[in-house]
């Protein structure tokens, strides 16, 4: 603090000898001194160079910039609601709209959450992107428990899309219809796995053709939105890679409707760069729109549960998710330019520490809401 505070002393020195207009340097004084004030109030964050520095993200993205989000943070945390309101220019509700969070029970439908996201979105000039309507997992225990026959099964698949997609019609821009659907492995539809927690009920009870119907019936209660076929392991999975081309390949080419795909792109500081660079250019090369739809970079992929966040690490992944930025506008032409969403946007919700127990630190902002060099990372990739 008594270094911050003798270089405001500098700092008002110094602009007192610009050459400047008089307005503009009262403007700077002005600024200084509220600088100053905050110290002596013992404002509680930092005062640093980039909390006074305001160039966003959005701001200098030419295509949406976004990231997921959590509507209880939105309420709860001004720090959150400052950086998602201000830095982002397109919103992926990270649980809320999926299976489990919107018809909780059979046939009761809940909104509450993701009407609280389309609104905060609305306010804020942001699109939404909404995730997802059908997914293997994050399925209520009445859904898994189902019984019926197949044509039940249908009915019961088809009023959910239809009924989620038509409630949130007009008010998203697009959807993930279908969330990973393909193996690891072999590449081949999720079905009965070797795990059956990766087995897909949808594909077991309704055939491999329910993809296709899933995309109908979205497109049927929502025509203007975008569709999207979301998966993982794309940058390092070559098998998974031409599984998903193939697979989006053909419901183009049978005229089913479908607008993009998600690379999702939880990577981490050692994920190949080339693996990166042909995944999207082989995507792109299906001239649909690419979406790489939940950006995070891990710096502990060892699962190093002593491991401590360095200046070399956080500049290591700064370098990484310019790249990312960087690669994604060279290898995608500007047409099919969906946008770059990060899951989440603050080290203290990601899902990466909680799922793999383990300390992490994947996101552009830390656990107290501060830019880390992955921001200015990123903001040069996206520049
Ligand atoms: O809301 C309940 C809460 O009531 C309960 O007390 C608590 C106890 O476990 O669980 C809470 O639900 C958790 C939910 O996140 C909200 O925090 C679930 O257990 C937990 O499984 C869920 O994890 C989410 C996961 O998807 C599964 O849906 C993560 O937050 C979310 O980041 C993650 O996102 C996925 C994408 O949808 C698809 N791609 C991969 C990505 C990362 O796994």
Known sequence: MEELKSSVTTLSAYFITLPL?????LLSLFMVLLITYSCKKGTPTPVTVSSVDT???????SFPIGAAMNPDLIKSNTYYTKIAGTQ???????????????EPSLSQFSFA?????????????????????????????????????????ESMFKTHIETVAGHFKGKVASWDVVNEAIRDDNGTLRNQD??????????????????????????????N????YNDYGQEYNGLKLDSIIALVTKLKTR????????????IDINTSNTGITTALQKLAATGLLIHISELDISVNPGNNQNLVLTDALMQTQAAKYQFVAQTYRASVPVAQQYGIT???????????????????????????????AAFYGLLKGLQ
């Open 225 to 228: 939105a975008l569709l999207f």
């Open 342 to 372: 990060t899951w989440e946007f603050s080290d203290a919700v990601s899902w990466i520490p909680v799922y793999y127990n383990r300390p992490d630190w994947p996101l552009p902002f830390d656990a107290s809401y501060n830019k880390k």
């Open 113 to 153: 959450d993701g009407d609280y996201l389309v609104s905060f979105a609305a306010q804020k000039h942001m699109r939404v992107h909404a995730h997802n309507l059908i997914w293997y997992t994050s399925l209520p225990v009445w859904v898994i428990n189902f019984q019926g026959d197949s044509l039940a099964w």
């Open 21 to 25: 207009n008089r307005s503009f340097r």
């Open 55 to 61: 160039t966003t993200l959005r701001s200098v993205a």
């Open 88 to 102: 982002y220019s397109s919103l992926t509700p990270e649980n809320v709209m999926k299976f489990a969070a919107t």
């Open 255 to 266: 005229g089913i409707p479908i607008s993009g795909i998600g690379i999702q792109l939880h």
């Open 194 to 223: 070797v795990n059956a927690g990766d087995g897909s009920i949808w594909r077991r009870h309704l055939g491999p053709d329910y993809i296709a119907r899933a995309f109908q019936y979205a497109h049927e209660a929502d025509p």
